[in-house]
């Protein structure tokens, strides 16, 4: 089945520490991206992709980082530096023709 | 810049009544307009899509939604809601000269009552 996985589902962190969230897609899509939700606020972009090797910021990349060495991967690193880090994440994919964008099931992320 | 709007936080109706969901926008320029619905501690399912032509358009579950352009509202319809329609609706805009790049509403919870 073609899709997008994010792993895991559920991770835990101590304050201080880096993380990396894992996206990976087998939909042949050229674009991705990273969101971060919070209850109340929608989703809001943070990085985003169109072809391997490049990727832009979006509205709030601050505290982030992300790699776009394959097609298929996108991963996104939380640092020690974003400042209130806990939150549900979802990586989207799109074609390159397409203007719709496809989710995965979400990471939710929790630092203490 | 560009923004969305879905007025209604909450919205609670009873199983078989009709459902509407508003969503308004401020963009320059032509926009493509989504709909999405996500359940809870899960991922957005896109519902429908417009980019051009017929300003009705029909999506899964039995949703549809009408774009006005004079009004820059693209609501959410649907005739008789189920009580597995409560979830929480995101409407998306993206516009020509944007890449892929869309911008959310905050969204609609939607609560049925049997």
């Known amino acids: 089945d073609g899709g997008i996985t994010q792993s895991p589902k559920y991770l835990f962190r101590k304050e201080g520490q880096n993380v990396t969230l894992s996206c990976e897609q087998n939909?042949?899509?050229?674009?991705m991206y990273w969101y971060r939700q919070d209850p109340g606020q929608g989703l809001r972009l943070i990085y985003y992709?169109?072809?391997?090797?490049?990727?832009q910021k979006g509205d709030i990349a601050e505290g982030y980082s992300v790699s776009r060495e394959k097609k298929e991967s996108f991963p996104l690193t939380v640092t020690s530096a974003q400042k209130n880090p806990t939150a549900f994440y979802l990586c989207?994919?799109?074609?390159?023709?397409?203007?719709?964008?496809?989710f995965g099931p979400g990471t939710r992320l929790t630092v203490t | 810049a560009q923004s969305v709007t879905q007025p209604d936080i909450h919205i609670t109706v009873s199983e078989g009544a009709s459902l509407e969901l508003r969503c308004n926008y401020s963009y320059g320029a032509t926009p493509y307009l989504f709909w999405y619905v996500q359940s809870p501690g899960q991922g957005l399912q896109l519902l429908l899509k417009?980019?051009?032509?017929?300003?009705l358009v029909q999506g899964i579950k039995g949703f549809e939604a009408e774009f006005k352009r004079s009004q820059s509202s693209f609501n959410l319809r649907k005739p008789s809601v189920h009580w597995s329609d409560a979830a929480e609706y995101f409407c998306?805009?993206?516009?020509?000269?944007?890449?892929?790049?869309?911008?959310f509403g905050t969204g609609t919870q939607l609560k049925v009552e049997l």
């Open positions: 989207a994919s799109s074609p390159k023709t397409g203007r719709e964008q496809y």
């Open positions: 992709s169109q072809i391997v090797n490049d990727f």
């Open positions: 998306a805009v993206g516009f020509r000269g944007g890449g892929n790049k869309l911008t």
């Open positions: 939909l042949n899509h050229d674009a």
């Open positions: 417009y980019f051009s032509g017929d300003t």
